[in-house]
């Protein structure tokens, strides 16, 4: 009992002189059911657009608190009060009087009963690939103006009464198809149906040639809602110019409508290789992929994948359906997805371009050496703390510490369900732990790093420690077939993995490895391999470049008798 008042007498002052949100949900929404799911309370200081698109990892970012919901009933209220976690600022409160534009989010969450016995709650994608502030579904409020002053000790009540609309399917287009079938593996796996899909680019004359099978080349990437950078029609002459803060140049719309229609003409030109080219979509109730392979937490999408979706693809649009006849390239989570599902089924694919891969190497991870630092946020120091970056610039000014960005994500989602960038790393790379959830690799308010974790990462997804510890198995299926490209001034350091990934494929042998590794000087994220051009038009011709790069080199690893000469009429 005297425990209790002491309790209370500490909490006290916050509860009684503080300032607190009061939520409730419009009867007219129709939410019948219990809800479940992470209650976002969003705050800005401008109105240039609703505090749910204001949210970011740089300066500008606006703030966020969260707190997680359980079994909220029809007719009830939710309280947030000045203890919710949040970012950039870590309590609400910690958030400064003034004037702000307010409003709340309930990301929902659905049950489910994993094979491994665990029941957990998880955003499911609903089409929108994993992101919270557009999830179709998902009730929200508008956004009102309030004065908040942490110290106050009355209630502001927010109504919650809009809900985001579903997104609307894309259509099919004569070179533009689209499959989605339900996996076996993983509706095994998750305890309820789960799709695959793909977004399909037809070779010209694929209906002229019925009797042509065509090689598969695989773009891996984050969720392609449809088949970008592709456009039969040319730029509109009175798209009224942009300007790009990532590139610094106006008028990049034109330039990418540009692109995509030169794609489209030499796509159907007289010395464009014919291929099928694909876009895999398999966002996950994690993340807006599951990064290709097979995971405790995420399930078997490798296998979904390499042995469900592509053999339904090719069956259905005339693909050759051999391993020889498959290849795949991507950049940054399809950078390294490329390389891991080479290596991970080195005779299903005949080869991998990486463009600026994920971390390749857990030494680096990006600014963290998981086995060797005790503390994922901080340098190791006697006296002071030194925040670890997470991003700069092709100068090196940073622009968010590795802290900053884990407590976004903690902010938005506990037990690694905020769809960030470390949560989704943490969900396919570590161990299941006992609640159901991603262990782990380290902790997310401190950054103390457990190396029991990390030694399950190096051992099932340190791709530069699998391949060296595996190559006596492997090498003579990828020898010649790895291909990596990074900017030396990544913006997320992503260059310092490939540096040692580097050296151990020189020292690879019996059979040497024949890769192939190139850096662009100076260049950010995320570089692709092109000395010609700069970054911001590299990056928009990712199928150019690689089929043309792989259809000039599959004859040096093609088996006898491959057919190399009827999908090139």
Not at 261 to 271: I, L, S
Not at 421 to 428: G, L, M, N
């Amino acid at each position: 009992m005297k425990k209790l008042i002491l309790l209370l007498l500490f909490i006290s002052p916050f509860l009684v002189n503080a300032q607190t949100f009061r939520v409730n949900i419009d009867p007219t929404l129709g939410e019948s059911k219990e809800l479940d799911g992470r209650l976002l309370l969003l705050l800005s200081k401008n109105n240039k657009e609703e505090p749910r698109f204001q949210v970011s990892d740089g300066a500008e970012s606006q703030l966020v608190f969260g707190m997680d919901i359980n079994g909220w009933q029809p007719g009830t209220s939710q309280l947030v009060d000045v203890q919710a976690y949040g970012y950039p600022l870590e309590r609400l409160k910690d958030v400064p009087a003034g004037d702000y534009y307010v409003q709340v989010l309930l990301h929902k969450y659905e049950t489910f009963h994993l094979k491994t016995g665990q029941t957990v709650k998880l955003p499911m994608d609903r089409g929108e690939g994993q992101h919270w502030n557009i999830a179709p579904g998902n009730i929200y409020s508008a956004p009102v103006k309030i004065h908040f002053d942490p110290a106050a000790s009355n209630e502001v009540t927010l109504n919650i009464s809009k809900i985001i609309a579903p997104i609307e399917l894309p259509k099919d287009t004569k070179y533009i198809k689209h499959i989605r079938i339900q996996s076996k593996l993983l509706t095994e796996f998750w305890g309820r149906p789960m799709y695959l899909g793909a977004n399909i680019l037809l070779p010209a004359g694929f209906d002229e040639h019925p009797n042509v099978k065509y090689p598969l080349a695989i773009f891996h990437g984050h969720f392609p809602a449809d088949l970008e950078g592709f456009s039969t029609t040319p730029p509109d002459p009175n798209l009224k110019p942009d300007t790009s803060a990532r590139f610094h140049i106006t008028g990049y719309n034109r330039i990418v409508q540009q692109e995509a229609y030169d794609f489209y003409k030499q796509w159907t030109g007289p010395a464009f290789p014919r291929v099928l080219a694909i876009e895999i979509q398999h966002a996950n109730p994690y993340y807006d992929d599951s990064y290709a392979v097979n995971s405790a937490n995420l399930g078997p999408y490798g296998d979904a994948i390499t042995y469900e979706l592509i053999p339904e693809i090719e069956k259905e649009f005339r693909g050759i359906g051999k391993g020889w006849a498959r290849f795949m390239y991507g950049g940054s989570t399809g950078g390294w997805e490329v390389l891991a599902a080479q290596v991970f089924y080195p005779n299903e694919y005949n080869g991998c371009y990486a463009a600026c891969p994920d971390p390749v190497d857990f030494h680096h991870y990006m600014t963290i050496n998981l086995y060797g630092d005790k503390n994922a946020y901080f340098l190791s120091s006697d006296f002071k703390q030194t925040p670890r970056p997470e991003e700069r610039d092709y100068l090196g000014h940073v622009g968010s510490t590795m802290k900053e960005v884990n407590q976004s994500e903690l902010a938005i989602g506990t037990r690694s369900r905020s769809g960030g960038q470390f949560d989704i790393w943490e969900a396919v790379f570590s161990p299941m732990d006992k609640d159901g959830y991603p262990k782990r690799i380290y902790d997310k308010n401190t950054g103390a790093i457990d190396t029991s974790v990390a030694a399950y990462w190096r051992d099932h997804f340190d791709l530069t420690h699998i391949i060296q510890r595996d190559w006596p198995k492997i090498g003579n299926s990828l020898k010649g077939k790895i291909h990596i490209y990074v900017g030396d001034m990544d913006t997320y350091y992503l260059n310092n993995a490939v540096y040692t990934a580097e050296d151990m494929l020189k020292k690879l042998n019996n059979p040497n490895c024949n890769c192939e590794v190139d850096y662009g000087d100076r260049a950010e994220h995320c570089w692709n391999g092109d000395h010609t051009q700069p970054n911001y038009i590299s990056r928009l011709r990712y199928h150019q470049m690689f089929i043309k790069k792989w259809a000039a080199e599959v004859k040096t690893r093609a088996p006898k008798g491959a057919d190399l000469k009827s999908w090139r009429y």
